[in-house]
Structures are given as structure tokens and as C-alpha cells.
């Protein structure tokens, strides 16, 4: 078992940035694929970013490539999302979630929502950002 609790949601305005942190406790972490998702109420989970057990292939949604970026430390046990040049758009609940297998990073797209073959996830951090 991977217990995933994510922190740094909150309220910013357009343009500003947050940065997420995924904790994880239990079984070995650096084994793990990490991947960030967002969803809105009524809305279908979506993929953001994903990185890979050994940090050397990530995955970007088109919709945030240049402005999101991924990372991890397995020394401690952390992934993180930092999150510039913020919009409204990308007002959401923002998951964190693991999974062991070492897929291809774009086979857990290609698998689809809503776990997208990830088999831990955390409970989610609020992101709002203002007009």
C-alpha cells in the first residue's frame, strides 16, 4: 500500500503560480510512476503530467506544456507539480496517484479516465484561480 497526501492548493490570481506537493508513505516510493490529474465538478478526470519511476520521461496535456512542471524526490519521498502563468481554467481538484508497473508514461492516457491504471491516489487539493 501507498498512502499519496497532496498539499499547496489554494486561491491565487491569474497569472500567479502554486506549487503542489505529493507526500507518500508505505511501500517504496522510487518505484513508483507519479502522475498529477485534475477534475472539475460534473467533469471527467484528466490527465496533467506524469513522470516516470526514475524521473528521466515525463508527460505534459497539451493544455499545460510550458507553464506546468513535474518533478520528484525519492530521497524524500515527494513528487510536486509547480504551476506558473496560472488561468482560470485550471481551477480544479488535483489528484496525486502512483503506480508501480513502469508502464510507458502514455499508456496510462491511453488506458482513460477515471483512474487511468493508476493504482494509488491521494484525496485531492483545491486549486481556484481568479479572473
Known amino acids: 500500500q501507498v498512502q499519496l497526501v497532496e498539499s499547496g492548493g489554494g486561491l491565487v490570481q491569474a497569472g500567479g503560480s502554486l506549487r503542489l506537493s505529493c507526500a507518500a508513505s508505505g511501500r517504496t516510493f522510487n518505484i513508483f510512476d507519479v502522475g498529477w490529474f485534475r477534475q472539475a465538478p460534473g467533469k471527467e478526470r484528466e490527465v496533467v503530467a506524469i513522470?516516470?519511476?526514475?524521473?528521466?520521461?515525463?508527460y505534459y496535456a497539451d493544455s499545460v506544456k510550458g507553464r506546468f512542471t513535474i518533478s520528484r524526490d525519492n530521497a524524500e519521498n515527494t513528487a510536486a507539480l509547480q504551476m506558473n502563468s496560472l488561468k482560470p481554467e485550471d481551477t480544479d481538484l488535483y489528484y496525486c496517484?502512483?503506480?508501480?508497473?513502469?508502464?510507458?508514461?502514455?499508456?496510462?492516457?491511453?488506458?482513460?479516465?477515471?483512474?487511468?491504471?493508476?493504482?494509488?491516489w491521494g484525496k485531492g487539493t483545491t486549486v481556484t484561480v481568479s479572473s
Open positions: 496517484a502512483a503506480d508501480p508497473r513502469a508502464y510507458d508514461l502514455g499508456t496510462y492516457v491511453r488506458v482513460g479516465g477515471p483512474d487511468y491504471d493508476m493504482d494509488y
Open positions: 513522470i516516470s519511476w526514475n524521473s528521466d520521461k515525463t
